[in-house]
């Protein structure tokens, strides 16, 4: 064996076996994208639960020749790769998603205050506007609506929908969602104080009325009827949503509503996670089409949040006495809690004597229930 022949074996291990010569200048801009992801979830805590898997998915599938989103020889799919097929593609994982959410939610509120729906349909105004918005900028319908979509603040929603219009766009969509809610603090703040006046939020509401166990129970039913026949394309997401939330208020099945609520939910956000992640490989996703799709999905954001408001505004013209504060309307995105929480703070700001918070979970929780429909629309319309 000759020095020669070593170093040609050497040398064809290290071009044929390793990723090191295959390193691309796009490559490594995806892996700083998906460290600055990291440390925003980590450093910041920022959404960690999701934005912490989908940096690493972006992380792992950005080094080459890593058998992870392809296909074996025999055609069975690799890793993650089965993670994106058998959990989103067959749309289980958001299914999934929203029967934790229904273990976790307390619909007490919205029961309380009926009105809230119309701000949590009033929040949905960005989806709409974007989507002609969208539209107008040469994409696709079926883009369009999974772009407008992002609006509402709802994670799984956004993953739903865009897997049965455009799959495509997934990992640019899912990510600008999902980055949008965890900065729901910094983004909604300027808007509510633009649109209200100081003597706006400085307005107190009553104390909601105590809900009964009956009515909580019948709420699921009733809400999961009316959904599913005028919009039936989002029963996977409402049913589950629903069924999750009747487990809950039932009181006899607590083993199966904890484990909804915590170790299933848990386990699905990491496969969730880490797959949307995947999707971000460089060849797909450095393009000027993601950026477009950050920047639109920041515009139906402020605009969905602007809508809310002023539905408030619109229904306070009506109402005589026990006016509602304008700053609850911008929980009308699906953005649970954190979206009701930040219209608590900034109430607080105004009037430290000012409890604002049951009363925008009620909005919160329409725009939950708002943006699913308004997905189940667009699907009834494109799909």
Same mark, same amino acid.
């Given at each position: 064996?000759?020095?020669?022949?070593?170093?040609?074996?050497?040398?064809?291990?290290?071009?044929t076996?390793?990723g090191?010569?295959?390193?691309?200048?796009?490559q490594?801009?995806?892996?700083?994208?998906a460290?600055?992801?990291?440390?925003l979830a980590?450093? &910041?805590?920022?959404?960690p639960?999701?934005?912490?898997?989908?940096? /690493?998915?972006?992380?792992l599938v950005n080094?080459?020749?890593?058998?992870?989103?392809?296909f074996?020889?025999h055609?069975?799919?690799?890793l #993650?790769?089965a993670?994106?097929?058998?959990?989103?593609?067959?749309e #289980? #994982?958001p299914?999934?998603i929203f029967l934790?959410?229904?273990?976790?939610?307390?619909?007490?509120?919205l029961?309380a205050?009926p &009105?809230?729906l119309?701000i949590?349909?009033g929040a949905?105004?960005g989806v709409?506007v974007t989507?002609?918005?969208t539209?107008l900028l040469g994409?696709?319908?079926k883009?369009?609506?999974?772009?407008?979509?992002i609006?509402?603040?709802?994670g799984p929603?956004t993953i739903?929908?865009?897997? &049965?219009?455009a799959?495509?766009?997934?990992g640019?969509?899912?990510l600008?969602?999902?980055?949008?809610m965890?900065?729901?603090?910094?983004i909604q703040?300027?808007?509510?104080?633009?649109?209200?006046t100081?003597?706006q939020r400085k307005?107190k509401m009553?104390q909601?009325?105590?809900?009964? $166990?009956?009515?909580?129970?019948? /709420?699921p039913?009733i809400g999961?009827?009316?959904i599913?026949?005028?919009?039936p394309?989002?029963?996977?997401?409402m049913?589950m949503?629903m069924?999750?939330?009747f487990?809950?208020?039932?009181?006899?099945? &607590?083993?199966?509503s904890?484990?909804?609520?915590?170790d299933l939910?848990?386990?699905?956000?990491? /496969?969730?996670?880490v797959?949307?992640?995947a999707?971000m490989?460089?060849? $797909?996703?450095?393009?000027?089409k993601? +950026?477009?799709i950050f920047?639109?999905?920041l515009?139906?954001?402020?605009i969905c949040t602007a809508?809310?408001?002023?539905?408030v505004h619109i229904?306070n +013209? /009506?109402i005589k006495?026990d006016?509602?504060?304008p700053l609850i309307?911008?929980?009308?995105?699906?953005a649970v809690?954190m979206s009701a929480?930040v219209s608590?703070?900034?109430?607080?700001?105004?009037d430290?004597?000012?409890?604002?918070?049951?009363?925008?979970?009620?909005?919160?929780?329409a725009?939950?229930?708002?943006?699913?429909?308004?997905?189940?629309?667009?699907?009834?319309?494109?799909?």
């Amino acid at each position: 064996m000759t020095w020669d022949y070593v170093l040609e074996l050497i040398k064809n291990i290290l071009f044929t076996q390793t990723g090191i010569p295959h390193v691309g200048f796009g490559q490594v801009i995806m892996l700083c994208i998906a460290l600055f992801f990291l440390y925003l979830a980590v450093a &910041k805590e920022y959404e960690p639960l999701l934005l912490l898997p989908i940096g /690493f998915g972006i992380f792992l599938v950005n080094f080459p020749l890593t058998p992870l989103m392809g296909f074996t020889e025999h055609g069975n799919p690799e890793l #993650i790769r089965a993670f994106y097929k058998y959990g989103i593609e067959w749309e #289980i #994982i958001p299914c999934v998603i929203f029967l934790g959410l229904g273990a976790m939610t307390d619909f007490g509120p919205l029961i309380a205050n009926p &009105k809230t729906l119309i701000i949590g349909a009033g929040a949905q105004l960005g989806v709409f506007v974007t989507y002609i918005g969208t539209l107008l900028l040469g994409f696709s319908l079926k883009e369009a609506a999974s772009v407008g979509i992002i609006g509402g603040a709802d994670g799984p929603t956004t993953i739903y929908l865009t897997a &049965k219009l455009a799959p495509h766009i997934l990992g640019a969509n899912a990510l600008a969602a999902y980055s949008y809610m965890a900065m729901v603090p910094l983004i909604q703040p300027p808007i509510m104080r633009l649109l209200t006046t100081p003597a706006q939020r400085k307005i107190k509401m009553r104390q909601l009325r105590k809900v009964s $166990k009956r009515e909580k129970l019948i /709420f699921p039913l009733i809400g999961c009827t009316l959904i599913v026949l005028l919009v039936p394309a989002i029963a996977p997401l409402m049913g589950m949503f629903m069924l999750g939330n009747f487990m809950r208020e039932s009181g006899v099945v &607590k083993r199966l509503s904890e484990t909804a609520e915590n170790d299933l939910m848990n386990i699905v956000t990491i /496969f969730l996670g880490v797959a949307v992640g995947a999707t971000m490989q460089a060849d $797909k996703f450095l393009s000027l089409k993601p +950026f477009m799709i950050f920047v639109l999905g920041l515009v139906d954001f402020v605009i969905c949040t602007a809508g809310g408001i002023l539905t408030v505004h619109i229904m306070n +013209f /009506f109402i005589k006495k026990d006016k509602i504060n304008p700053l609850i309307g911008s929980a009308g995105v699906s953005a649970v809690p954190m979206s009701a929480r930040v219209s608590h703070v900034e109430g607080r700001k105004a009037d430290p004597n000012n409890w604002l918070l049951m009363h925008a979970m009620g909005p919160n929780l329409a725009g939950v229930i708002g943006s699913a429909a308004a997905a189940g629309m667009l699907i009834a319309m494109f799909n």
